[in-house]
């Protein structure tokens, strides 16, 4: 059963097992798994179930649609970084690029060590891993679909001897039209409203959305549920009517930014310290290459190849494509001289670096309001490795015969034209606020531990402090994980579900 704003008038009350508040990979897996195991589960969402057919391709409508803030969030500091989540049914992995990586097992065991956790290994994953990716239909995607630009990073990789390959996406039928963040217009991409959503409703499950959960009921140290406003999914603006779930497990999965700020308004879980910081991501920036020949990057999966040679170094590099008025934010020139480099638009590609971040930030909840304010300021350890990821990106741009790139780095040239100028991006003395860069995948606010002092939850992503009152989102990462984490975020997911599965 789903309940939408129209729904609900007054105030309506529930009861269950468990209650999941948020619908995003961790808590549409989470409550999934309960929910199979027979648990009688209800799901909380502040978003909005919204269909293909209302999706657009207007990519600054869509912005409003279906982001927080309508688009505009950023992380502040001695630089403005732009991070984009999602508010809508299925969270983050509706506007993702539907790219799909397991966890690799190098950092799982640097996670077990650094943090003593218990319960997590490789073996122990894999069968996780495998639900999850017979669930979302993750595999390659098909040779006829990927696309020039794609084809082209594969060409560099081969030519330069570089470790590339096609990327594991979450999806079926797709027919690489190119605009991922905008929605997917065709419902090819199996994004967890696809995919676990429909499959925890067939199993009885129930689904609230427009609500806001603004409280968790806890009493003598144990978590009761939560309760919440219903949101009028056209002003946003709260209403009269309300929820309120009773259950014998709370689960929060709000995400990296969401969860820290509804713990902090409740003044929960925070005996360590640590809720709210400890904030890591995937910083990224992208590099414009203009080709002789046609490439029409936007006919083709936007995100289909990468090369990940240098995964363990601690960056990779990946196609990326955005329509074109997201497309010409990347382009350096004012007037005629931008208008002549977008006319060359079918000439054109956009590869991205995605640096495996290392600096701590803050995500810290306001007086007024549910929008954290976000403080991450890139050390001089990462704005070096994002000068290491550029140069091989300019590098790998030229191998796979581009006739010149953008590199977007002040104190670089706008414009190179041979490989060999590219050493002018390590010559340069470069600072952090020297990139242009985008917070990809943040995680890390209620990190897990072994040590209570050191994290929010434990290895099962229960609370160290308040009994039945579990985490099951990318907040509980000990750090970035190096590679895109929506398949890492459903497995950990399920892992928590079991536990509360076998103890409640």
């Known amino acids: 059963m789903t309940r939408t704003f129209k729904d609900i008038k007054g105030k309506l009350s529930l009861d269950c097992d468990v209650v999941v508040v948020g619908t995003g990979a961790g808590g549409a897996s989470c409550a999934h798994r309960l929910a199979?195991?027979?648990?009688?589960?209800?799901?909380?969402?502040?978003?909005?179930?919204?269909?293909?057919?209302?999706?657009?391709?207007?990519?600054w409508a869509a912005m409003r649609q279906l982001y927080r803030d309508g688009g505009m969030r950023?992380?502040?500091?001695?630089?403005?970084?732009?991070?984009?989540?999602?508010?809508?049914?299925?969270?983050?992995?509706?506007?993702?690029?539907?790219?799909?990586?397991?966890?690799?097992?190098?950092?799982l065991d640097e996670w077990v060590e650094t943090e003593k956790l218990e319960g997590l290994t490789p073996e122990g994953l894999a069968p996780l891993f495998e639900e999850v990716e017979e669930i979302a239909n993750i595999s390659q995607e098909d040779d006829d679909y990927l696309g020039m630009n794609n084809l082209?990073?594969?060409?560099?990789?081969?030519?330069?001897?570089?470790?590339?390959?096609?990327?594991?996406?979450?999806?079926?039928?797709?027919?690489?039209?190119?605009?991922?963040m905008s929605g997917c217009v065709d419902g090819a991409k199996m994004s967890?409203?696809?995919?676990f959503i429909p499959r925890f409703l067939e199993l009885g499950g129930?689904?609230?959305?427009?609500?806001?959960?603004?409280?968790?009921?806890?009493?003598?140290?144990?978590?009761?549920?939560?309760?919440?406003?219903?949101?009028?999914?056209?002003?946003?603006?709260?209403?009269?009517?309300?929820?309120?779930?009773?259950?014998?497990?709370?689960?929060?999965?709000?995400?990296?930014?969401?969860?820290?700020?509804?713990?902090?308004?409740?003044?929960?879980?925070?005996?360590?310290?640590?809720?709210?910081?400890?904030?890591?991501?995937?910083?990224?920036?992208?590099?414009?290459?203009?080709?002789?020949?046609?490439?029409?990057?936007?006919?083709?999966?936007?995100?289909?190849?990468?090369?990940?040679?240098?995964?363990?170094d601690g960056f990779i590099i990946e196609v990326a494509w955005a329509p074109p008025d997201v497309i010409g934010i990347r382009l350096p020139g004012f007037g005629i001289r931008h208008k002549d480099g977008m006319a060359r638009l079918k000439n054109m590609v956009l590869w991205g670096a995605m640096i495996r971040a290392k600096t701590q930030g803050t995500v810290?909840?306001?007086?007024?309001?549910?929008?954290?304010?976000?403080?991450?300021?890139?050390?001089?350890?990462?704005?070096?490795?994002?000068?290491?990821?550029?140069?091989?990106?300019?590098?790998?741009?030229?191998?796979?015969?581009?006739?010149?790139?953008?590199?977007?780095i002040h104190k670089v040239p706008s414009e190179l034209y041979r490989r060999d100028k590219a050493r002018l991006i390590m010559e340069a003395n470069l600072k952090a606020e020297d990139f242009s860069p985008i917070g990809n995948h943040p995680n890390g606010t209620c990190r897990m531990s072994g040590d209570p002092k050191r994290g929010v939850v434990d290895s099962y992503g229960r609370s160290h402090d308040i009994e039945r009152l579990f985490i099951?989102?990318?907040?509980?990462?000990?750090?970035?994980?190096?590679?895109?984490?929506?398949?890492?975020?459903?497995?950990?997911?399920?892992?928590?579900a079991d536990h509360i599965g076998q103890t409640i």
């Not at 594969?154 to 039209?177: A, D, F, L, T, V």
């Not at 056209?234 to 009773?246: A, C, D, F, G, M």
């Open 472 to 496: 099951a989102d990318a907040s509980i990462f000990p750090n970035s994980p190096g590679v895109n984490p929506q398949v890492t975020i459903m497995a950990l997911a399920a892992h928590v």
């Open 364 to 408: 810290k909840a306001r007086k007024n309001g549910w929008s954290p304010a976000i403080i991450y300021n890139m050390t001089n350890r990462d704005a070096r490795l994002m000068q290491i990821s550029m140069k091989a990106t300019a590098d790998l741009l030229f191998a796979a015969g581009c006739e010149y790139i953008c590199p977007g």
């Open 74 to 107: 950023a992380m502040g500091g001695k630089m403005v970084i732009p991070t984009l989540q999602a508010r809508v049914v299925g969270g983050t992995t509706v506007v993702n690029s539907a790219i799909c990586f397991r966890l690799p097992d190098d950092v």
């Open 206 to 312: 129930e689904l609230v959305t427009d609500c806001r959960i603004e409280k968790i009921l806890v009493r003598n140290g144990r978590a009761l549920g939560v309760t919440g406003t219903m949101i009028d999914p056209e002003s946003l603006e709260p209403s009269r009517s309300s929820v309120e779930v009773r259950a014998r497990a709370t689960v929060i999965a709000c995400g990296a930014m969401g969860t820290p700020v509804l713990l902090q308004k409740n003044n929960l879980a925070n005996s360590s310290g640590l809720v709210g910081r400890n904030l890591c991501n995937h910083t990224a920036t992208g590099m414009v290459g203009f080709f002789k020949e046609d490439v029409y990057a936007w006919d083709g999966v936007n995100q289909g190849y990468c090369c990940d040679a240098f995964r363990k």
């Open 152 to 180: 082209l990073m594969q060409r560099g990789c081969e030519n330069i001897g570089w470790k590339g390959e096609k990327i594991y996406r979450n999806s079926r039928g797709c027919r690489g039209c190119g605009v991922c």
């Open 192 to 195: 967890v409203d696809r995919c």
């Open 36 to 59: 199979r195991a027979g648990k009688s589960v209800v799901i909380i969402e502040e978003g909005s179930p919204i269909t293909p057919d209302r999706f657009t391709t207007d990519s």
